[in-house]
């Protein structure tokens, strides 16, 4: 599907212009199937691309615009009752004492990625649940920066990358201050980012984003560029742009010089690097889900087919050598090594909140609900797993296949020293702070404005969301759903006046015999394969849309990885249910060596956990390869009265299967899962019945099962 997708990005977009506007597309029971939202009008109430810029295919509400409802709310508050919302009080990065963050000359001793990080999250929390005091801490942050600015333009602390400038952890900054301007429309905003962007300009472009991370990372940089653009049209950020992305590494390279690819790697026995790891710039995986999307953000300004389709093309080769696995990431821990590629191989934490960002730029860049799918995949099934359910601790890596989470050294069947599996509040000083932005960002993309001054249901989840269209009408929007456990996504309108205007829903790639009701009727059925469904009607108040997207239980063999297989239902993958047994360890025991509390703070409030295993964990599953979806059951419970569904105990669903045990397969030396190609191809073993739990609600899980010639194989 990607590849085809590469080949016809542009064309679809225009397809979709013509298809939208058939005749009969203004019936007030008109629903039409479009593969993108057309791009001909400009959004009348919120910023859009500029002239110019390739016109906005979606547009990104303000902060607040769409509040959480259900599970999504849940998890705010529960990040606010966990670490995102106490790291204030423990990090030795946040401390306000000595901050250079906090200081008028840009000095001190904590002063770089960890404050913008955690205020990312943090910040949007406060003005997703309006919650002041959350608001109130943030602006401390905030103002210190609206009033750090220098003569030559810089603000912020003084940071240098050897003998550079660092402007690393000021892009993250910037992302800050722009959730800040669309919660106040403070101009100051406006005016920081202005001078800033002025000072650099001025930069020799020898001295501009020199160094490992910011030039990777530069993508980051020519999004704000492009965002205060749009709001002020000053020529000078176009030229800006040209130079950020002059300075950036080549992420549309391919069959670069070796001395080209940064990151640190090794190639599994010694043997030489292949050929085709000099098609990408940088292999971290960190680096790779932030910046994979440079060029398509870059092709914003040129219009060059080429840049977008280079972006589709990283997103390939990444999964094609290391993400052969199910839940949507790559092996890349920390960095992706040729020859280690098995469903053990994981991603940080970092990487998969970079990743769904990513993924949310590029569905406002493309309008391609591919984006979108992904996200969700990402959001539903790697995500949660890798962070406790309180949200007080996680860890560093998360891997389809894992079975023990302890405090050991695992490398280098990881790539890092260290005890990197276990569940710990100081995981890292990166995805510490940097996992924060996860849910609140995924859930200001759950809607988003189209050019037709009408709005797009682009990911789904419950939500109350309040917008203009039309002719400039506020409408309230109100999402109920258990969606991904559940079926049924319910629409309320509340308008005060009739007002037209489209409504779009997202139809995944993966739902088959989707159906559309409007108060009660059935205004398309038997929908299937990925686009948008575009309701056009006089809409009025108490109207009420319902979406149905059947979820049938789809197998996929992994040819790449031993041909192991995945189970999955609609959006959900799913894994083998271990039980789990937890052990609790002292923090400032087990953390990582760059670990670095507050003075004072009580560490015994903030304990680490290890996950072990009580049930056995090393079984293949049967299939019966005519119909595979006949070989399980789907077994629905009730939703729990938490509103938390990602954990062994409140799970509402669950599929039970038949499997088969395979003795060979134990943890290895380095107390990880055996890699699959050394299994054997056969087991004497009973077939038992297994049950599959959602693969987020697994911390322990084998999600990858391995291949026995002995068990029928299963079709794709």
């Known amino acids: 599907m990607l590849k085809n997708r590469f080949k016809s990005t542009l064309a679809l977009v225009i397809c979709a212009g013509l298809i939208s506007c058939s005749p009969g597309n203004n019936s007030n029971k008109s629903v039409t199937i479009v593969d993108r939202i057309p791009t001909e009008n400009t959004n009348e109430f919120y910023i859009s691309n500029r002239a110019p810029l390739a016109p906005s295919a979606l547009i990104k509400l303000p902060v607040g615009a769409v509040k959480p409802e259900g599970f999504l709310k849940e998890y705010l508050i529960r990040q606010k009752n966990g670490l995102t919302g106490n790291l204030g009080e423990i990090s030795a990065w946040l401390q306000k004492d000595n901050n250079a963050w906090l200081s008028k000359d840009g000095t001190g001793e904590w002063g770089w990625e960890e404050v913008p990080y955690w205020l990312k999250g943090y910040a949007n929390i406060g003005y997703i649940m309006e919650d002041q005091p959350m608001i109130d801490e943030s602006m401390i942050w905030l103002e210190a920066v609206l009033t750090s600015q220098r003569e030559n333009g810089d603000f912020g602390p003084q940071v240098m990358d050897g003998d550079h400038p660092d402007f690393w952890a000021k892009m993250i900054m910037l992302y800050c201050l722009q959730s800040y301007y669309e919660h106040s429309q403070d101009e100051r905003v406006i005016a920081l980012m202005t001078n800033y962007f002025k000072y650099e300009l001025t930069v020799p472009d020898e001295e501009f984003l020199e160094g490992y991370w910011q030039r990777l990372r530069g993508g980051d940089n ?36 070796i001395e080209q690819v940064k990151n640190y790697y090794e190639v599994r026995d010694g ?18 889900a932030q910046a994979f999307r440079e060029p ?10 080429k840049d977008l389709q280079a972006t589709y093309e990283n997103f390939k080769i990444i ?13 890349s821990d920390e960095n992706a090594r040729p020859g280690y590629a098995d469903p053990r191989q994981g991603v940080e934490t970092c990487g998969m909140v970079e990743q769904m960002n990513s993924d949310e730029h590029l569905l406002r860049i493309t309008g391609d609900p591919f984006w979108a799918d992904h996200a969700e995949e990402v959001a539903f099934n790697t995500y949660p797993a890798a962070v406790m359910p309180d949200f007080k601790s996680l860890h560093y890596i998360t891997s389809p296949n894992m079975a023990l989470l302890d405090a050991e050294n695992h490398s280098p069947g990881i790539a890092n020293s260290g005890p990197f599996l ?9 995805c510490q702070h940097n996992h924060a932005q996860g849910w609140p960002y995924f859930i200001e993309n759950l809607w988003m404005a189209t050019p037709d001054n009408g709005v797009v249901a682009a990911m789904y989840g419950a939500s109350k969301l309040t917008v203009k269209v039309g002719d400039g009408t506020e409408v309230n929007i109100e999402e109920t759903t258990h969606y991904p456990f559940e079926e049924e996504i319910k629409f309320a309108i509340s308008t005060e006046k009739a007002v037209e205007f489209p409504l779009y829903l997202r139809i995944p790639a993966w739902a088959k015999g989707a159906s559309i009701s409007v108060n009660g009727e059935v205004l398309k059925d038997n929908i299937s394969g990925i686009g948008y469904a575009k309701i056009s009607r006089t809409w009025a108040n108490g109207d009420q849309v319902a979406l149905m997207l059947p979820m049938e239980i789809q197998t996929k063999i992994w040819e790449k990885n031993s041909n192991s297989l995945s189970v999955s239902r609609g959006p959900l993958t799913y894994s083998l249910k271990i039980r789990e047994k937890y052990f609790k360890k002292e923090s400032d025991q087990t953390a990582q060596w760059d670990s670095k509390w507050q003075k004072g703070a009580d560490t015994k409030k903030w304990p680490s956990w290890e996950i072990h295993p009580v049930t056995d964990w090393n079984y293949s599953l ?16 009730h939703w729990p009265k938490s509103d938390f569904p990602f954990s062994l105990e409140e799970v509402p669903i669950k599929i039970v299967g038949k499997a088969r045990q395979i003795p060979e397969w134990q943890l290895d030396q380095y107390g990880l899962v055996g890699e699959l190609k050394d299994l054997p191809k056969t087991s004497d073993q009973p077939v038992v019945d297994v049950t599959l ?16 010639e002995n068990n029928p194989k299963t079709n794709e």
């Open 693 to 708: 739990v959602p693969m987020g609600a697994a911390r322990l899980r084998i999600t990858a099962f391995p291949q026995l």
């Open 422 to 430: 276990m569940m710990n509040p100081f995981s890292s000083r990166c």
């Open 622 to 637: 049967v299939v019966d390869e005519n119909d595979p979806a006949s070989s399980f059951e789907v077994m629905k419970g």
């Open 296 to 305: 398509a953000q870059y092709y914003l300004l040129t219009k060059n087919e």
């Open 319 to 331: 999964r094609e050598h290391f993400g052969q696995v199910p839940g949507g990431m790559f092996g």
């Open 222 to 257: 020519l999004h704000s560029v492009l965002w205060l653009y749009n709001r002020t049209g000053d020529e000078f950020l176009l030229e800006l742009a040209e130079k950020v992305h002059r300075n950036t590494s080549d992420w549309g390279g391919r069959d670069l010089p």
């Open 271 to 288: 043997g030489e690097v292949p050929d085709w790891y000099r098609d990408q710039v940088d292999w971290h995986n960190v680096n790779h």
